[in-house]
């Protein structure tokens, strides 16, 4: 959310998606790759960041990402997301140009209960639980919980499909 990517490659991320707020409306190819970036440590790695703007609004609006999406659809064969936490405006513009969303999570009381408030959203806002999987990171380590309460932060009615 506030350039996490380019932290952990230890890279200074340059520009970001903010940039192409002046393309709204007519970005294409060429644009979008103007403001791409491309780390050394991970070279088959194309990324757009996120406007490192801790404590202040982004100064990218929402309507960037479908656009962007819809631009990066043509040049590649995967495009994933990494989105903060919450569903917020631009969260929410990804999921609407997404054709399957991977929600992630560790087996630990409040992560589960995350999740279920995740899924329990998601379900509101009529989307296709077909097009969902669910990541358990660190799914085999000892946290103490029960099959029985995993399965409590599951929605009852639906299955999801796990990665």
């Not at 709204?24 to 190819?29: K, S």
């Not at 979008?32 to 790695?45: C, E, I, K, M, T």
Request: glycine share 6%; aromatic share 4%; proline share 7%.
């Amino acid at each position: 959310m506030f350039g996490d990517v380019a932290i952990s490659l230890q890279r200074d991320p340059g520009g970001s998606i903010g940039d192409l707020v002046d393309m709204i409306g007519h970005l294409d190819v060429q644009g979008l790759n103007s403001r791409r970036w491309n780390s050394s440590p991970a070279p088959d790695l194309t990324s757009w960041l996120h406007p490192m703007t801790r404590g202040r609004r982004p100064r990218c609006p929402a309507e960037v990402i479908p656009e962007m999406l819809r631009v990066a659809r043509s040049q590649y064969e995967y495009i994933v997301i990494d989105t903060p936490p919450a569903f917020t405006e631009h969260v929410l513009s990804a999921i609407d140009e997404s054709d399957l969303l991977l929600l992630i999570a560790t087996l630990d009381i409040p992560a589960l209960k995350n999740l279920k408030v995740a899924i329990t959203t998601l379900d509101a806002l009529g989307g296709d639980a077909e097009a969902r999987a669910l990541v358990l990171n660190r799914a085999d380590t000892k946290v103490g919980l029960t099959a029985r309460r995993r399965a409590g932060a599951r929605h009852p009615d639906r299955s999801q499909r796990a990665l």
